[in-house]
T-cell receptor
Framework: GENVEQHPSTLSVQEGDSAVIKCTYS??????FPWYKQELGKGPQLIID?????GEKKDQRIAVTLNKTAKHFSLHITETQPEDSAVYFC??????????FGTGTSLTVIP | DTAVSQTPKYLVTQMGNDKSIKCEQN?????MYWYKQDSKKFLKIMFS???????INETVPNRFSPKSPDKAHLNLHINSLELGDSAVYFC????????????FGPGTRLTVT
């Protein structure tokens, strides 16, 4: 099955700085890569996703990049704000299969 | 309207007891899941149902038994609870298996004493 590794496990940034979280996957057949944000006491929520036919996707302050050759993808958050503080999970899957989640990154934005 | 709801939100019980967690989705999705999140925040899939049929049954003790009475509901029954079962359990749903957004419920925090 798929194996997804996520780094770093914790990340602290100053408000206004950028944050980058990286994930690698093992199954070259994986074709969908979502990112979920989990706020304290809540369930994970999708914030952005990318499919294997696209190299980059952006939504306001959030962007995701995908390198299929190297089998890694990254989440970029620019101009971080305190409300960005949360646990972020990457995942990988292939059509018709389950999600394989990374181990999570706890992001703290320091005001 | 809440898309994916779970009850109860908190569950405190003693070792050896049997308990159930209920999940309902009003999104019209065909696929539902149960995840376990431990104290280190790892999200581990336990079960997946598609159109009321069990699709995924990860290595989970057979004390855990999911039941899907219809496409909108997926309940989790746990027998003979153990200390190691303490965790947050999330229900989720998606339109279908695979490359579809999963919508998570608010979670049920189970504490076994």
């Amino acid at each position: 099955g798929e194996n997804v590794e996520q780094h770093p496990s914790t990340l602290s940034v100053q408000e206004g700085d950028s944050a980058v979280i990286k994930c690698t996957y093992s199954d070259s057949a994986s074709n969908y890569f979502p990112w979920y944000k989990q706020e304290l006491g809540k369930g994970p929520q999708l914030i952005i996703d990318i499919r294997s036919n696209v190299g980059e996707k952006k939504d306001q302050r959030i962007a995701v990049t995908l390198n299929k050759t190297a089998k890694h993808f990254s989440l970029h958050i620019t101009e971080t704000q305190p409300e960005d503080s949360a646990v972020y999970f990457c995942a990988a899957t292939v059509t018709g299969n389950q999600f394989y989640f990374g181990t999570g990154t706890s992001l703290t934005v320091i005001p | 309207d809440t898309a994916v709801s779970q009850t109860p939100k908190y569950l405190v019980t003693q070792m050896g007891n049997d308990k159930s967690i209920k999940c309902e989705q009003n999104l019209g999705h065909d696929t539902m899941y149960w995840y376990k999140q431990d104290s280190k925040k790892f999200l581990k899939i336990m079960f997946s149902y598609n159109n009321k049929e069990l699709i995924i049954n990860e290595t989970v003790p057979n004390r855990f038994s999911p039941k899907s009475p219809d496409k909108a509901h997926l309940n989790l029954h746990i027998n003979s609870l153990e200390l190691g079962d303490s965790a947050v359990y999330f229900c989720a749903s998606s339109q279908d298996m695979g490359t579809w957004e999963q919508y998570f419920g608010p979670g049920t925090r189970l504490t076994v004493t």
